[in-house]
């Protein structure tokens, strides 16, 4: 487990607690937008909607649009889930290190 | 060693380990028969969910549908795996957040009311009862092919050993049991596609073999197969968008796959059981790269299958033919009814010559005499030159029985590619463990729905702990006979409902669940009037389109694909009443709030910090 400073103390109405809420949230759903238009792109675009304009390229030996279709999409969604859980989990650490912060009255940009 | 006696061997040592497993996760408390105290590791549950995700219909017809519709299979890959992407990105965490046993405790309590829980509750029990209903259609299958035993001997041995893990170990056995069950699924799908792979091309990766040329004459497999389908009038491998699979068919399945994949309630309940909301990520990677390792390989199988079906079948004289087609004719997944000509032709239905011409078909649902009753028919018929009898041909293509059946492809392909009797024996336990995995986990919501969602939520919320635990115990003992009787007088429509799940799913429970985690707003009234909208217009669509013969009105969309339109009515009926009812109440404005944030003290800590056990 990481070191887990305690944050049960952060009072929820302290604007500074709003504010990083507020900021955690927003980048959230900005990374969550962001893969949704790949996971559209690669599964729906590339696998489905454009499959046959994709099928006159050659991947190796299969035709582009039925790679996508059947190996393509995927290893694009794998992919998708792996950066989603990488960058979320990140994005917890940094939140929990600034709430953190504001429970034990430091101002939050006092250090880099 | 006979293959049979592998059978036995591999069936019993992976039931003995099943059981051993069991014992040692019994549980005591309502905790640990849920949710498995919530403490399952995330590599651990995402072996667990892929398992309980990949039933009898991943694991024994997959592969067969890619094999028998080329690309436009690749909708089903797609949709059962983008459907996790979905899942990990808009419920997962939120879910895990929140931090209750069910997915109805999360629509009632976010959306205040017992009459959601009840629609959330009754969707749920439906879902599941038709997801078993297949798995047990499978056990009864291997267990009949493999082992000769009477399918229902077969469903009765099968249900034991649920029942007794279930039972006893509820979650955290179910749990435990499915991580063996994947290794034995994974094991069983990968060793013979491997072995197929080196044999036709050369290369020892499925994924790369697919893509390479045929060592016998040097032509790319591909390419070998879009030429075989063009000759014999089968719709091209390759290509998209043939016959009835428009574009926006297959965009429309493909969709309604993926959210109902992620609305369905037992793979949702699995990211209850991790530890952290960071696990519940993790978990969700885990599961869809054990998943993939299977839904990468089947359209490789799928291929090489088609190009042995194709190859080993059309043109042959009955001496010719290979010994599987004589093992699996027995079963009457593959029917042969000659022309006179003494020599198999195997075509597709590209034009009515060839389709006429066809000689290949399989059973359905036909019972064997009345299957028996067509061949004498049809030999009649060839006796008497056409003067007497029926041309057993025309009577199956009428009912829409030509082709083989798309089980044979996974349960037949080793014995096609002449693989040693072993592996021939894994694929039964793998299809056993594939389709006892998927069972257990469905038992487990129904019993959850049962006695959690429905008695101790709503009849008697002053329930002990005790109480609860019995009755979780008995409707899943209860829910076992069910799903065995299921499997024992199978309905005939399984195969059409399990598209219903998907299109509910997808209608009902997406929605809702996304829109209670994402929006603040919406409350009561427009959720339960966008659910009712959903379910009413996909359900009537589908029995309107399946037993009643109604056209796809709606833009040429076939049942399969519709729950995409039902979902995209649900989020419009829903955002457009939001506006004009007043904001859900503080209480679950705050639980949005919370559930939003990682931090803090939710419900989910609080259970955490509940003594376990």
């Known amino acids: 487990m990481r070191e887990a400073p305690d944050t049960t103390t952060v009072d929820m109405r302290d604007p500074r607690v709003v504010e990083a809420i507020d900021r955690y949230w927003r980048r959230n759903v900005r990374i969550m937008v962001a893969l949704l238009v790949v996971w559209a792109v690669a599964g729906l675009g590339c696998g489905v909607l454009f499959a046959d304009v994709l099928n006159r390229f050659q ?26 859980a990488l960058l979320l989990n990140r994005l917890d650490d940094q939140h929990h290190v600034e709430l953190a912060r504001i429970g034990s009255g430091a101002h939050p940009d006092s250090e880099p | 060693m006979s293959v049979q006696a592998w059978t036995f061997l591999f069936v019993a ?38 398992a309980d995700w990949m039933s009898a219909a991943s694991f024994l017809s997959m592969a067969g549908m890619i094999s028998t519709l080329g690309y436009t299979g690749g909708m089903y890959l797609m949709g059962w795996t983008g459907g996790y992407v ?16 069910t997915v109805p405790d999360f629509i009632g309590d976010r959306y205040e009311s017992n009459a959601a829980r009840m629609v959330a509750v009754v969707c749920a029990i439906f879902i599941s009862f038709t997801y078993v209903a297949g798995q047990m259609r499978g056990v009864g299958i291997v267990f009949s092919r493999f082992l000769e035993v009477d399918i229902t001997v077969g469903v009765v041995i099968g249900m034991a050993i649920v029942f007794v893990y279930a039972t006893l170990g509820g979650m955290k056995g179910i749990t435990w049991t499915q991580v063996a069950q994947y290794w034995v699924l994974i094991t069983a799908f990968l060793v013979p596609a491997i072995a197929i792979s080196f044999k036709l091309t050369g290369h020892a990766v499925p ?109 042959k004289t009955a001496a010719e033919l290979p010994d599987w087609f004589h093992n699996w004719r027995r079963t009457g997944l593959i029917l042969w009814l000659d022309d006179g000509d003494g020599r198999l032709s195997y075509t597709g239905d590209g034009d009515a010559e060839r389709a006429r011409a066809n000689e290949v078909f399989r059973g359905g649902t036909l019972g064997a005499t009345e299957l ?71 038992l487990l919501v129904i019993s959850s729905s049962v006695a959690h969602d429905f008695y101790f939520r709503i009849v008697n919320p002053a329930a002990t702990e005790a109480q609860r635990l019995v009755l979780g115990r008995v409707v899943i003992g209860l829910a076992v006979v069910i799903a065995g009787l299921l499997g024992i007088f199978p309905p005939g429509f399984v195969s059409q409902v399990v598209a219903f799940a998907f299109g509910l799913a997808a209608a ?37 389109s399946v037993y009643a013969g109604m056209p796809s009105w709606c833009f040429d969309i076939g049942p399969q694909g519709i729950g995409a339109v039902g979902m995209a009515l649900n989020f419009a009926v829903t955002l457009l009443l939001a506006p004009f009812f007043p904001a859900p109440s ?13 931090e803090g003290a939710g419900p989910a800590l609080r259970i955490e910090a509940a003594p376990e056990h």
């Open chain 2, 207 to 315: 994924q790369i073999g697919m893509g390479s040329s045929l060592l016998s004459d040097g032509i790319p497999l591909l390419e070998k197969l879009d030429g075989l389908h063009a000759d014999l009038g089968f719709a091209s491998y390759t290509q998209p968008f043939t016959g009835a699979w428009s574009r926006g068919n297959v965009f429309c399945v493909t969709l309604a796959l993926m959210a109902g994949t992620a609305g369905l309630p037992h793979v949702i309940v699995r990211f209850y059981t991790v530890k952290t909301v960071r696990a519940a990520r993790w978990s969700a990677f885990w599961a869809l790269l054990f998943i993939s390792l299977l839904y990468l390989t089947a359209p490789a199988t799928a291929a090489f299958a088609r190009y042995y079906m194709i190859d080993s079948l059309h043109g």
């Open chain 2, 508 to 544: 009902s429970f997406f929605p809702a669940i996304v829109l209670g985690i994402f929006s603040k707003r919406v409350s009561t009234v427009p959720a339960m009037a966008g659910m009712i909208a959903g379910i009413v217009f996909t359900a009537s669509y589908i029995i309107g």
């Open chain 1, 59 to 84: 991947l190796g030996g299969f035709p582009l649009g039925f790679w996508f279709a059947q190996q393509g999409s995927i290893l694009v969604f794998l992919v998708l889930i792996l950066v989603y």
């Open chain 2, 586 to 598: 503080r209480a679950v404005r705050e639980m949005i709030e919370s559930i939003h944030e990682p």
């Open chain 2, 372 to 442: 028996v009753d067509i061949e004498v028919a049809h030999q009649r018929w060839l006796d008497s030159s056409g003067a007497n009898g029926a041309d057993g041909r025309e009577v199956l293509r009428a009912r829409g029985l030509s082709g083989p059946d798309q089980d044979i492809i996974v349960l037949a392909t080793p014995e096609m590619a002449n693989l040693a009797g072993w592996i021939i024996a894994l694929v039964a336990a793998g299809g056993l463990a594939a389709a006892l995995s998927t069972a257990s986990g469905l």
């Open chain 2, 13 to 50: 040592i992976s039931f003995g380990v099943y059981l051993l497993i069991a014992w040692l996760s019994r549980v005591s408390d309502t905790s640990g028969f849920y949710v498995a105290g919530r403490g399952v590791p995330a590599i651990a549950n995402g072996m667990a969910t892929a």
């Open chain 2, 86 to 101: 979905l899942l990990a990105l808009l419920l997962a965490p939120y879910l895990r957040k929140f931090g209750h046993y």
